[in-house]
């Protein structure tokens, strides 16, 4: 998928969104975590500081350079652009040595951790965010 085109890259995201509408909230997380998990990972593309710079959901998918934080806003944008009733609460973490995380329902759900892989915190030792951007950051980017 992620080797294709960029019109067929959004055909396919488009898709995956139609179908976790309706889903349960665990089963939407672990499709939205497998979808990002394939995407071709590059060493730094975007800049916690430079959010306002950051691209919209299409721009990320069109340019396809997705390092660790370009992974998270597109889980993000994917779980935000789905108005899933579940899910009451999203933010992008730094937890730490350059590896960001996404936080779902004040902290429950971790995507990103490990890729393709929904984390209940309860299940992580010693797990430590050093700081944290909730969604209303970059949700104008979607609208």
Known sequence: ????????????WHQLRHECKTLPLEETLQKTAFFW??????LHYLHWDTV???PNPWELISDDIYCDLAL???????LLMLDHPEINDLCIAD?????????VNNK??????????VLNTS?????????????AMFTHKIQ
């Open 108 to 117: 429950k759900y971790i995507l990103n951790w490990s890729h393709g892989i």
């Open 37 to 42: 998990s394939k995407a071709p990972l590059a």
């Open 123 to 135: 299940s992580i030792q010693n797990f430590n965010i050093t700081r944290s951007m909730d969604s």
């Open 95 to 103: 937890a730490g040595e350059g590896h960001y995380v996404v936080l």
């Open 1 to 12: 998928m992620w080797e294709t085109h960029p019109d067929k890259r959004l055909v396919v």
């Open 72 to 78: 998270c806003l597109g889980i993000s944008y994917t």
């Open 52 to 54: 306002e710079s950051w």
